[in-house]
């Protein structure tokens, strides 16, 4: 009998809140939550963790603006931040300002169920998750 291992990424993907139960961020949490039709916390709490992850890098606090490995990551990171579609080239977001200006919302314009909700006549972001998952197949 083969016996095949595969590798397996056991990094995390998401950070849970230090305080539970702050009422700010819980009411915070379920706007967002139902705005976007997000199935549960654990997904924004996701796209909050890449944001600080993408932030962190941004910053580089403890680097002096003019050292060559801050430059040479700046650049690679405002390279993916376009190839992501965050930012925009041709409307001159070259700095790393504008990558320290996004936010969770700029993320989650991007998901396809909300690209599906705006762009089709429900009244619900769940309708456009369920055409999502169940396929569009020329829907829209």
């Keep these: 009998m083969v016996h095949v291992n595969f590798y397996r990424n056991y990094g995390k993907t998401f950070k849970k809140p230090r305080r539970p139960y702050e009422k700010e961020r819980l009411d915070a949490e ?17 796209v909050q963790y890449a944001l600080r992850r993408i932030r962190n890098a941004a910053g580089a606090p403890h680097l002096d603006e003019k050292n060559p490995k801050r430059i040479f990551e700046g650049e690679a990171l405002l390279r993916r931040m376009y190839r992501y579609g965050l930012l925009d080239e041709t409307q001159g977001q070259g700095k790393l300002d504008y990558v320290l200006a996004l936010t969770v919302e700029n993320f989650l ?6 690209l599906v909700f705006k762009s089709s006549p429900s009244t619900m972001t769940g309708y456009s998750l369920g055409s999502v998952t169940l396929g569009l197949e020329g829907k829209l």
């Design 30 to 46: 379920l706007k967002l939550v139902r705005e976007y039709g997000l199935r549960a916390k654990r997904e924004l709490w996701r």
């Design 109 to 114: 314009e991007r998901r396809l169920q909300t």
